[in-house]
């Protein structure tokens, strides 16, 4: 390792975003380096090893498309990738671009602090190093941080505990064990039907049931992998074009209310037989109008109950209290079919809160469920997680833990007022988690590395978000979401699943197409609603 303290750009983050951020910036002939606190890179991939765990978008899509020879020399073994896999992938993309030298493993970003008089950034690790530099890009992820494990007695459990989110890297054998999952959100909706196979016996403890469609996963058919081998270009511009950013969901131009029952069944029942996300593009209002995706969410609820032999179970399972989509929809393998087997129970959470984790198990208010074995699978401090735990400080020494302490605000979701050249990848107010992230990673990482580049044609010192663009955007960001039915439900979303945390809708929910344009509008007229200050 290098060891220069001072870079054009430090890069927090060595997952999806940061690799390529990378990779453009060296192109730039920019000196850069990455930080990492895990030992690999690879993010998400490298943190989420629990069983179960793969992609909910399809394997060719959920990939980068910078670079066609990378594109046609990796093979996708199955529809929806492992995370094996994916790691696998993302290993593969840093050494075939040569970007190890110039990432730093187990080492924690713990401050950034600019300096006005340099316009550079200082910036501290939890080694003791001080680096400085003219960028910081905060790839830190937007499902990097777990939430906090707060059952009262949760230390006193006598046996394992592990949490989906930081799964050992040696695998957990449950063999012969009984097994508490607490959470039903996609993580636990993977991992459970695999738990359940192997171990004696699993209660999974509910507080809100999720909706969940087929995966259908299997090895890819051959003559999908040659038809995306043929048309890949063609793919990847369909799904830049597409309001997700995800090609093969393909929406159904027509509004749910505006077609008989009939039909609705018709067209429900042949996305569930597709699976996965296209079950969300049937009609053309299922995310706009209540009515409408009522009638998605009702299709849903009755193959839940034609799936669930016990009816008290299957209502159970079945969600009432939010519309279909307004969480991140589950993909799953075999999830309700799970609650068949002898070896399986639910808790409904609602009916008997959990009072408190116990030295044998989990009592809730009904009764003590003695357990081997807990699977904390209870989801993340989203979106703003990563950024809260840095001490990161602009203008006047203002803390942005301060400026978001109602809510975060920024610019497109890029770039903050009161912290110059500093950029977040897929932040709150962009698409990111409501899209295909690795087409708004890219778009991010492409929008970033031709700002830095514009800057330094200009021998320009700093850019920043005015005020006035932001508290435009941040208004605009509401409005929009405010037109769907994603507000409508405790999601993550919305911070509404961390205690405290101040609700307020955090992605772009107007559309990739629609944002990318407006990022390209906004560079296009040099940076129209930024402020820059020469060197
Ligand atoms: P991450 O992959 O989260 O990487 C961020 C990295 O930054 C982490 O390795 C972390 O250790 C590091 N880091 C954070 N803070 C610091 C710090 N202070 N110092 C040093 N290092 C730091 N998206 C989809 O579009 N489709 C999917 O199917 C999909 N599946 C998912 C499945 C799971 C289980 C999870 C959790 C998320 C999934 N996502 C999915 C979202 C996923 O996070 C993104 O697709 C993508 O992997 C994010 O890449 P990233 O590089 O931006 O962030
Ligand atoms: O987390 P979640 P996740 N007591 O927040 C429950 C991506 N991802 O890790 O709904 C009891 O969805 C909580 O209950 P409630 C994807 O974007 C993708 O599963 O808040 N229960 C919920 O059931 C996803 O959306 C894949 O009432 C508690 C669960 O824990 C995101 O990551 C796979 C509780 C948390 O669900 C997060 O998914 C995995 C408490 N105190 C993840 N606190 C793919 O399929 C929380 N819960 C690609």
Redo the contacts with the bound molecule.
Sequence with gaps: MPSETAFDAVI????????YMLHRLRQQGLTARV????TG????????R?PG?????ESQE?SYSFSPELDAEWVWSER?AT?PELLRYLNHVADRFDLRPDIQLE????AAIFDEATNRWTIA?DRGETLSARYCVM???????ANDIAFPGAETFRGPTWR??SWPKEGVDFTGQTVAVIGTG??AI?SIPLIAAEADHVTVFQRTPNFSVPAHNGPIDPRVAADWAQNRARYRAEARESGFAIGMVQQFDKPALEATPEERRAAYAERWARGGFSFLGAFNDLITDRAANDTAAEFVRDRIRSIVNDPATAEKLAPKSFPIGSKRLCVDTGYYATFNRENVALVDLREEPIEAITPAGVRTSAREYPVDAIVYAIG?DAMTG?LG??DIRGRGGAALKDRWAAGPSTYLGLMIAGFPNLFI??GPGSPS?L????V??EQHVDWISDCIAWMGHRQLGAIEATEAAQDAWVAHVNEVADTTVYPLANSWYLGANVPGKPRVFMPYIGGFPVYRDKCNEIAAKGYEGFAVTSS
Excluded: H, P
């Design positions: 927090v983050g060595a997952g999806f975003s940061g690799l930080y990492e606190a895990g890179v690879g993010g998400t991939w490298y943190w989420n629990y765990a793969r992609v909910d978008i959920y929806y995370q080492t924690r970003v713990i690790t790839a830190t992820g937007v499902l990097s941080v989906t989110g996609s993580s993977q993340f990563a735990k840095i990848v897929t988690v899209c295909n992230m690795a708004a990673i």
